[in-house]
């Protein structure tokens, strides 16, 4: 491996324990011990649930392959996940606020382990309803349990500024160390241990299943709202009026579609982003670097949360840096020459797309725990999950879109359309 990938590594490695042991006063909230036992209690399940999540990711698209599909149907089955995520995690939310958010984390760790044991089956079928199982797991993933964990803080008395240092926790944890010991993990069974591409599904079960059962044995119940008179219409009429009449609702829904469409959509286009000429890149430790580039966002917004700075101020500059980073790939094929040849190293225009790709991977870092304080602060309690996964609907059906249209359009325009 070139020695560049391990100086970007070493380099946001030491940035990264260095902002983690260096915090001031200024960096640090006061709490109660009564509190820290609820943030670690939420932190611990977020970041199993989260396992369960990533350690399937490095092996789903290879999985399929080894089944014998081609593109196409590989990429029918990912639309099948983020469609059924479309159409069924609004209803699914809105069952959450009325039925309970407790229950409906149970419904995401029982979903997605009814997804992982649909991997040991070569049938398409079987294949698809894993993937439709898949795509409600992750609406409930996405709105359940930040929904509970709201909920849970206001009923306790908790200072609301303190719900900031559970999401930056959280986020820190879960999707950026987590991550990176999820992707290592899933190699060791698959490849090392020869256990094959089902064996990191197989874990991920077990992850969630121990979560499951600390989230029965220690969660209490909240609701929304859990009264009788409103059936499932009438609950959707109560999110859709609380959008149309509160504008800054409207706007941080679009801004969460937007920002995470382009987030899923780099997801897709990285690699052939730095191997247009199929150089031979370490992807995973290119995905781990990334990671660690999303746990240096992090850190930094718990700083920022911690001064109380307005995060609806910096987040424009956030969105800014994001942009000009997605930018990159069309600039470095106009300005930067690219070699012909099939094969080699990563080329200078790959190593300056790296770096904007860290970049952005720690403006993701950001983002996640500020747009989750953003949503406790206008989101309204009785019907959070129902909006939070109206909030999905344009992300997933615009994900639907790129993935229809990827092999039709040139790398350069669909980063364009981010």
């Known amino acids: 491996m070139e020695v560049f990938y391990y100086v970007v590594f070493g380099a946001l490695a030491a940035v990264v324990a260095g902002l983690e042991l260096g915090k001031s006063g200024k960096d640090r909230v006061a709490t109660t011990s009564a509190f820290n036992s609820f943030k670690n209690n939420y932190v611990l399940v977020y970041s199993l649930m989260m396992s369960g999540d990533w350690l399937q990711g490095p092996y789903v698209y290879y999985l399929y392959s080894q089944y014998g599909f081609d593109k196409g149907d590989i990429g029918r089955l990912f639309i099948a996940g983020f469609g059924s995520s479309m159409l069924f995690g609004t209803i699914v939310g809105s ?91 899933a190699n060791l069974l698959a490849e090392n241990l020869g256990f094959g591409p089902v064996a990191p599904f197989d874990a991920a079960a077990c992850f969630l299943a121990i979560g499951m059962a600390i989230i029965m044995s220690s969660w209490s119940e909240n609701y929304g ?69 999303s746990m240096l966002g992090s850190s930094i917004a718990s700083r920022l949360l911690a001064r109380k700075l307005k995060v609806e101020g910096y987040m424009q500059i956030v969105f800014s840096i994001s942009a000009v980073t997605l930018v990159l790939p069309v600039a470095t094929n106009i300005l930067v020459p690219t070699s012909s040849v099939k094969g080699g190293s990563v080329s200078i225009g790959g190593s300056l797309q790296l770096l904007g ?22 989101i309204p309690e009785e019907a959070r999950s129902t909006i939070m996964n109206f909030f999905r609907i344009p992300l997933n059906l615009f994900v639907c879109v790129v993935l229809y249209n990827a092999r039709s359009h040139s790398l350069s325009q669909l980063l364009c359309s981010l």
């Open 357 to 378: 790709f860290c970049t952005f991977e720690a403006c993701v870092g950001i983002f996640w725990p500020s747009i989750m304080k953003m949503r406790s602060q206008y």
């Open 95 to 185: 069952l959450a606020d009325k039925q309970g958010r407790k229950r409906a984390c149970v419904t995401y760790c029982i979903s997605y382990i009814l997804s992982c044991i649909t991997k040991h089956s070569p049938e398409y079928r079987v294949l698809m309803i894993g993937r439709i199982l898949g795509g409600i797991a992750t609406s409930l993933l996405f709105s359940a349990f930040e929904s509970w964990l709201v909920a849970e803080h206001n009923k306790r008395g908790f200072d609301p500024q303190w719900l900031s240092i559970t999401f930056s926790k959280a986020i820190f944890l879960g999707n950026g160390l987590i991550a990176i010991v999820s992707g290592l993990f």
């Open 225 to 293: 709202d859990p009264s009788e008179s409103k059936d499932l219409m009438a609950q959707f009429k109560v999110a859709a009026k609380a959008i149309a009449s509160d504008e800054k609702i409207a706007l941080l829904g679009a801004i969460q579609s937007l920002f995470e469409g382009s987030m899923y959509t780099f997801v897709f286009l990285w690699t052939p982003a730095l191997s247009p000429n199929e150089e031979d890149i370490p992807h995973g430790f290119i995905f781990a670097t990334f990671m660690l580039s």
